[in-house]
């Protein structure tokens, strides 16, 4: 069973950055994306970006993009989700996801808290 760990979340004022990591026990490469989602209470859980593992070709939505920048270090087996200038609204739980190329059935982690608050 795919695992995928999320750290790095936590509390921080409006315009300020926090950076979440993922860790998987897979090669990376045995999947065919990775993204992170978010769920805010009350919401459904929505995409904010995604990259493909072998070019790294990254998609944000409109919503983050300019301010979020989603990475991957092959090496290391990790994606990353840089967040800058965050705001209330990206107050939510993150989770980190990936496509396996073998089974196609995407794989969550458990999820990181994210509070933007003063």
């Known amino acids: 069973q795919v695992q995928l760990v999320e750290s790095g979340g936590g509390l921080v004022q409006p315009g300020g950055s926090l950076k979440l990591s993922c860790a998987t026990s897979?090669?990376?490469?045995?999947?065919?994306?990775m993204g992170w989602y978010r769920q805010a209470p009350g919401n459904q859980r929505e995409l904010v970006a995604k990259?493909?593992?072998?070019?790294?070709?990254?998609t944000h939505v409109s919503s983050v993009k300019g301010r979020f920048t989603i990475s991957r270090d092959l090496i290391k087996g990790t994606l990353y989700l840089k967040m800058n200038n965050l705001q209330p609204e990206d107050t939510a739980d993150y989770y980190c996801?990936?496509?396996?190329?073998?089974?196609?059935?995407?794989?969550w982690g458990r999820g990181t808290r994210v509070t933007v608050s003063s």
């Open positions: 897979e090669n990376i490469f045995s999947f065919v994306t």
């Open positions: 990259i493909t593992v072998d070019g790294g070709i990254p």
């Open positions: 996801s990936a496509l396996p190329r073998q089974t196609l059935v995407r794989a």
